[in-house]
């Protein structure tokens, strides 16, 4: 599992992230433990108001717990690795919460703990929580046999497609998903090993090499939105100068912005939204799938849960019914007849307990299934998308330059060295001033030796 972990206050914004059913299809309240409260919301309020006679500001811990995407990982093991980190990071049996969300076929559960001890009134003072949830995080992987990710085996190798909210947003902006202009920009940069080819390569993508005005070097769209290199590749300042050089050889940011052009970016904005409206089209019997499949899961699941509530109550009568009450049950008492039928009903009941999860789970991981069928035809139309915007604003990037800065662009090249292969003579260069002769009477013979 991926643990990500934080201490954070906004008690009410926490609980208004772990009870959005708007971003996520289903959200399982599993425990609510050590609050007044039995709600979500209350316990997170109990959280803060017990915080107030203290000094901390960050009173509560937020968890997150994300198993590999291909997994169906029981219940058992997401309360399994929650020991494991409440030991590691000294929160056992400190109030928590208990939440899992399940969005585009893929379960996860978040855990919000209470730092302060209640008998002291002082905060858990958590250290070094990074460091031990990797090492918790590793250990996970190779329990369930699970294939562990090169970020996990060696920090140089972490997943490079991780954004920030920043960068996500910025993103949304323009219509794209944060990960794919990501993955744009690395490409461009393991394609090219000089400045001049990287700024080839990028125009060739929709992107202008600009200088930032604190970020160094940074990368324009023809939406005007910057992005820093340093941040979307992953790479320090000292090694993107050592192969692009200093940035003050390049435009600045608001030359590159008028580069592309007002006009271009006017026209570029009609043509996104035709794009975006026809892209909304495709989506729409697809969402209309979602929304149905959402709703019937709901159902089914609420069916489910009324159905075990009174299953439950029923055998919970019966177990009731064999302790006898009285005088008799007195005598049961002094002939422990009492103790073994307790004994015999706790058994039961845990039985029953048990069969209760393991039909819940059944029926969460043939649901998931079905919408993880559903989100790959999602992630083949998104992707599409994702092409045909980055091909328009290439086009029209290449629109808003120069001539010969186009003419100097890799796709150029490759037409002229396609044109020499074919035999085809490059056109002579156009002059303002054309100069007539006249035809001698010696033309098209060849000269005597």
């Known amino acids: 599992m991926i643990l990500k972990g934080n201490q954070r206050g906004g008690g009410r914004q926490m609980a208004a992230h772990l009870l959005n059913g708007m971003q996520n299809e289903h959200v399982t309240v599993h425990q609510v433990r050590g609050f007044l409260a039995t709600n979500v919301r209350g316990a997170l309020e109990e959280a803060y108001a017990l915080a107030r006679g203290t000094q901390c500001q960050k009173y509560l811990y937020s968890l997150s717990l994300n198993p590999p995407k291909d997994q169906s990982v029981p219940i058992e093991a997401f309360e399994k690795a929650l020991k494991e980190i409440e030991d590691k990071l000294g929160l056992t049996d400190q109030p928590r919460v208990i939440v899992f969300h399940e969005k585009e076929g893929r379960r996860h559960a978040h855990c919000v703990w209470s730092r302060i001890k209640v008998d002291e009134m002082k905060a858990v003072n958590i250290a070094y929580d990074r460091t031990k949830l990797q090492a918790i995080a590793r250990q996970l992987f190779i329990e369930h046999g699970w294939t562990l990710p090169r970020g996990l085996m060696d920090k140089a190798h972490r997943n490079p497609l991780t954004y920030t909210r920043e960068e996500w947003q910025q993103a949304a902006r323009t219509g794209r998903s944060a990960s794919a202009i990501k993955a744009c920009l690395q490409e461009c940069w393991a394609a090219a090993d000089s400045a001049k080819a990287f700024a080839a390569v990028l125009q060739e993508r929709g992107f202008l090499l600009a200088r930032g005005d604190r ?8 939406y005007g939105e910057v992005f820093s290199l340093t941040r979307q590749l992953g790479i320090k300042a000292k090694e993107l100068e050592k192969r692009l050089g200093k940035p003050e050889a390049l435009p600045s940011v608001e030359l590159a912005k008028e580069k592309l052009g007002a006009s271009v970016r006017s026209l570029f904005d009609t043509y996104r939204a035709e794009l975006q409206k026809t892209q909304e089209q495709e989506l729409r019997p697809l969402l209309r799938i979602k929304k149905t499949m959402t709703e019937q899961h709901r159902k089914v699941r609420a069916a489910q849960k009324a159905f075990l509530e009174k299953r439950w109550n029923a055998e919970q009568a019966v177990r009731a019914s064999r302790v006898r009450k ?45 919408r993880q069928r559903l989100q790959m035809q999602f992630e083949s139309m998104r992707k599409r998308h994702e092409e045909e915007m980055q091909r328009l604003a290439s086009d029209l990037t290449k629109m808003a330059m120069p001539a010969h800065e186009r003419d100097a662009t890799p796709e150029a090249f490759r037409s002229k060295v396609k044109e020499a292969e074919l035999g085809i003579e490059p056109r002579p260069p156009r002059s303002s001033r ?16």
């Not at 422990?336 to 009941?349: H, L, T, V």
């Not at 007539?436 to 013979?445: C, E, F, I």
């Open 215 to 222: 970020r160094g070097f940074v990368a324009v769209d023809v």
């Open 326 to 370: 009285g005088f008799k049950g007195l005598w049961d008492k002094l002939t422990f007849k009492y103790w073994s039928i307790r004994k015999a009903n706790e058994k039961e009941a845990w039985q029953c307990h048990v069969r209760d999860r393991e039909e819940r789970q059944e029926l969460i991981e043939v649901q998931l299934d079905q």
């Open 434 to 449: 054309t100069i007539r002769t006249g035809r001698s009477k010696d033309a098209g013979h060849e000269p005597d030796a």
